[in-house]
């Protein structure tokens, strides 16, 4: 049996979600949760007006709680735009390696960011997971994700809690808060990086340990928040499409999702982000060999294999050489099966996060000829071979008519909550 004929078999193959329907199914979604009806995105306004500028010299306290790491770390903007960070240092995220309270995941990221609190009066955190921005800069954390392990978050105020907690510690005077989703950061921090006149508009985007998107919208469109439309103009908005589910789901991927912290929830993160594709190509391979299209050798090996992204990215670049997948594959036919298989999962994930995009496209109706900077972040970009090629090639058959550039910008999120805490 092919690869291809398997997938179909088991409802994984990429042909079975046609990119219009799923465009179409993207944006149908957005939209609704701008109007506060069912959707399974959030579209989560930000109350930041896309077209602000930040306050040059003033020093900020940056934090950024990824989907792996913690960064802390001091900025400012330079007279001439330029963002300056002055110090950073990198821990791993409290809940990665063990299971904490939320009062004591707030706790350790106070206590990193605590040598840097007292020189700055405006702080900023990039927060990776879904959250209710609030009108005075806080959030309220809606659910966590990629498997952190953090109890009783939900509901609680995150820049309330981590300077109720610097204070606790000493930290001197008080800071102005803003927590904003990293996706924002990325987008905020791409503008940073480039001259905002080459570019018609922008989109963040983040596809690492998970994934998600944001986009400039008119406040007037974000008819379930008064707020957000008294504000006028664009503002920016966190779609939350990692949580997006009207998709086509096969074995591999229920098997996945049951096995998981949440099941159920985010639906389109387990199909492509670097948390979960791993673990579904593992999971995939063994379905082959339960089927008997790969070898019981194949079968040990593989099942005692532990998969991560960096050994995907090596089979990617090289089914047939010296990896530990490939060596998992006793014949060169099952080498040659399980790189076809990977490939078509990756056009998969591929177009899963270009719907988004597209979709984004769609409803910015943008003239013929714009240029639009995705501005992007995360390791599944930046090292998996094969995904950024496919989702640009995607874009490009779905929106001709407008010049898309994936623009990786290092220290992205940092630099957005420089320029969040700013304006």
Partial sequence: MTARKFLEKHQMYYEQMPMAQLRQAYRQDMEAA????????????????????PARGEQVLMIDAGGTNLRAGLGHFEPDGSVQVDALKKR??????EPVEAEEMFRQIAAFALEYAGEARR????????????PDGDGRIVRLCKELQ?????????????????????????????????SVGSLLGGMAGAARGSYDDYIGFILGTGTNACCCLPSAWVTKSPAAMAMGGETIVNTESGCFDRLLRGTADRILDAASELPGDHIAEKMVS?????????ETLLLACREGILSPEARDRISTLHFTSALVDQFCKDPHGDNPIARALPAAREQDFANELNLALLERAARVAAGCLCAILDMRALQPGSRVCVCADGTMLRKN???????????????????????????????????????
């Fill in 123 to 134: 702080a900023c955190i990039s927060f990776s997971y879904a959250f209710d921005s609030l």
């Fill in 150 to 182: 953090v109890r009783h978050a939900e509901g609680a105020p995150i820049c309330a809690s981590l300077e109720t907690e610097l204070q606790r510690m000493g930290a001197p005077g008080s800071r102005s808060w803003r927590a904003i989703n990293d």
């Fill in 385 to 423: 071979p094969v995904l950024l090629p496919r989702m640009e090639a995607v874009m490009a058959a779905e929106h001709p008519e407008i010049s898309t550039s994936f623009r990786f910008v290092e220290d992205a999120t940092i630099l957005g909550c420089a320029w969040a805490a700013l304006i």
């Fill in 34 to 53: 701008l109007r506060g009806e069912k959707s399974s995105v959030m579209m989560l306004p930000s109350f930041l007006r896309s077209d602000a500028e």
């Fill in 274 to 282: 670097g948390s979960y594709y791993k673990q579904l190509l593992r």
């Fill in 92 to 97: 791993r995220m409290p809940g990665t390696d």
